[in-house]
């Protein structure tokens, strides 16, 4: 099963939910995971946020810009070590704007040079292409993270899911194959309730 997971790498729902996705990867052979750009800050035009919410997606704009650069060099292999390094930095240490994208890269085995690549606004294209299929999967406005699967020809997309604290072992395991259930099931639309807790990360990723 191809698993398409949508992020914005400043976006902590994005990441509690990846590193659950990545558990669960972690324990199977019949997945095949791969990390898709969604910018928080492409999705907000139009919207009035604070400055500092405005700021912060900004920096994940810029992250992706790197993530696009490092897919059209490499393809697909090196980008979730990447977003592991991104988030690490993001969500684990002391770089909530990713100045420090060089040090990512290179936590990620990848050329720092690629840091550049940040001030390029011709990769908005690629990460606005990235996008549109995830809202297509989704059939509307959405946030992150966003998760589309295939299995087949069954194709389904969700928003979410929104988790804090994420599951582990079998519960993450569990609570994936309903996810898959769901989303695959012609006709499901919608199931939700109020989110009452602040994003409660996992502990940071071995090595991160």
């Keep these: 099963m191809r698993v398409d997971f949508f992020f914005d790498p400043v976006c902590p729902w994005s990441w509690i939910a990846s590193r659950w996705v ?20 492409m999705n907000d035009d139009g919207k009035a946020l604070p400055d500092d919410a405005r700021d912060l997606h900004h920096a994940g704009l ?11 060099a490499h393809g697909d292999g090196p980008i979730g070590d990447l977003y592991t390094a991104m988030g690490t930095r993001v969500h684990h240490g002391a770089d909530s704007e990713l100045a ?3 040090e990512a890269l290179g936590a990620a085995g990848l050329d720092r040079s690629f840091a550049a690549q940040a001030d390029e606004a011709r990769w908005d294209i690629e990460v606005r292409g990235s996008m549109d299929e995830a809202l297509d999967a989704v059939g509307g406005d959405a946030g992150t993270p966003i ?31 309903a996810v898959v259930t769901a989303a695959l099931t012609p006709g499901f639309h919608e199931l939700s309730r109020t989110r009452d807790t602040a994003p409660e990360l996992p502990p ?3 090595g991160g």
């Design 22 to 41: 990545t558990g669960v990867a972690g324990r199977r052979d019949d997945l095949d995971v791969r990390w898709r750009a969604f910018s928080l800050a």
């Design 62 to 72: 810029r992250a992706l810009r790197v993530v696009e650069a490092v897919w059209a």
């Design 100 to 102: 420090g994208i060089g």
């Design 147 to 177: 998760i589309v699967l295939a299995d087949g020809d069954r194709v389904g997309g969700v928003f979410g899911p929104v988790l804090s604290p994420a599951p582990t072992g079998a519960d993450a395991d569990r609570l994936f194959d």
């Design 204 to 206: 940071p990723p071995v």
